[in-house]
């Protein structure tokens, strides 16, 4: 019995898919940001390229 509860705790498959899922929630939480904070600049920058086009 105690041979099986040390291979449950030394057993670390789980924790790398924890590991590569909190990788991805950082990641998308730092593209919502920045798409929040350079939203309105990018929004401005293609505004002005349209017109510049449409004008041309």
Same mark, same amino acid.
């Given at each position: 019995?105690? $041979?099986?509860?040390?291979?449950? =705790?030394?057993?670390?498959? !789980?924790? =790398?898919?924890?590991?590569? @899922?909190?990788?991805?929630? *950082? #990641?998308?939480? *730092?593209? #919502?940001?920045?798409? @929040?904070? *350079? !939203?309105?600049?990018? $929004?401005?920058?293609? $505004? =002005?390229? !349209? $017109? @510049?086009? !449409?004008?041309?």
């Amino acid at each position: 019995m105690l $041979s099986n509860l040390r291979s449950m =705790t030394l057993d670390e498959e !789980g924790a =790398t898919l924890v590991e590569y @899922s909190l990788v991805v929630a *950082l #990641i998308a939480v *730092l593209c #919502i940001a920045a798409i @929040s904070f *350079l !939203g309105g600049k990018i $929004s401005n920058l293609f $505004s =002005t390229v !349209g $017109s @510049s086009v !449409g004008a041309a």
